[in-house]
């Protein structure tokens, strides 16, 4: 599925990541900890889903960056690193905690591209922005005002939307087939 945010072409993929083709940029919000699944399962938890999303967009869009927004690198951001040089992928962390980051790595505050600004919790019109969570405890999905786009939060299901986020909007669900369009409308804390 494709919007246009601030005029650029943005593809919202099935795996949580939108890519800007013309760009050739892969953004992921909030990528998955390490946790104790990888050691049981290292080929088939989040982390391996990761690595065969980015293997695949890699191949699908002449990727040359990505960009990882979050406020934590993921549990082993070196290994992440070098499977991205792997692919020739350069890595943009933003928002992190430079603490978090492999040595020598560096964090940026806000990614502008052309007049389109994407970050943390951005307030922007129009933007890209991670660091809050939409959808709802059972899936996620990228969430659209007209203007602002709203990145899935990979490592949560806890909602958490902008303060002022429209009562209505246009949700982008994520689910096995691809990505499903639909009304969402938020429900006002009084009325829970």
């Given at each position: 599925?494709?919007?246009?945010?601030?005029?650029?072409?943005?593809?919202?993929?099935?795996?949580?990541?939108?890519?800007?083709?013309?760009d050739?940029?892969?953004?992921?919000n909030?990528?998955?900890l390490?946790?104790?699944?990888?050691?049981?399962?290292p080929?088939?938890g989040?982390?391996?889903?990761?690595?065969?999303?980015?293997?695949?967009l890699?191949?699908?869009?002449?990727?040359?960056?990505?960009l990882?927004?979050?406020e934590?690198?993921?549990?082993n951001?070196?290994?992440?690193?070098?499977?991205?040089k792997?692919?020739?992928?350069?890595?943009?962390?933003?928002?992190?905690?430079?603490?978090?980051?492999?040595?020598?790595a560096?964090?940026?505050?806000?990614?502008?591209?052309n007049?389109?600004?994407?970050?943390?919790?951005?307030?922007?019109?129009?933007s890209?922005?991670?660091?809050?969570t939409?959808?709802d405890?059972?899936?996620?999905?990228?969430?659209?005002?007209g203007?602002?786009?709203?990145?899935?939060?990979?490592?949560?299901?806890?909602?958490?939307?902008?303060?002022?986020?429209?009562?209505?909007?246009?949700?982008?669900?994520?689910?096995?087939?691809?990505v499903?369009?639909?009304?969402?409308?938020?429900?006002?804390a009084?009325?829970?």
């Amino acid at each position: 599925m494709t919007i246009t945010v601030g005029g650029h072409a943005v593809i919202l993929d099935r795996s949580g990541a939108a890519v800007l083709p013309s760009d050739r940029l892969v953004l992921f919000n909030r990528l998955p900890l390490a946790g104790p699944q990888r050691e049981l399962f290292p080929e088939a938890g989040p982390e391996a889903r990761i690595r065969g999303d980015l293997v695949r967009l890699a191949g699908e869009h002449d990727l040359s960056s990505a960009l990882l927004l979050g406020e934590r690198a993921p549990g082993n951001p070196e290994d992440l690193e070098a499977f991205l040089k792997d692919l020739r992928v350069a890595s943009i962390w933003i928002g992190a905690d430079e603490a978090t980051l492999p040595e020598g790595a560096q964090s940026v505050g806000c990614y502008a591209l052309n007049g389109l600004p994407i970050g943390l919790r951005l307030a922007d019109q129009p933007s890209v922005s991670g660091g809050w969570t939409p959808g709802d405890t059972t899936r996620r999905c990228f969430l659209w005002d007209g203007a602002r786009l709203l990145l899935p939060d990979l490592n949560s299901l806890q909602t958490d939307l902008p303060p002022g986020w429209p009562g209505r909007s246009t949700a982008y669900w994520l689910t096995a087939g691809g990505v499903v369009e639909a009304a969402f409308e938020t429900v006002p804390a009084s009325l829970r």
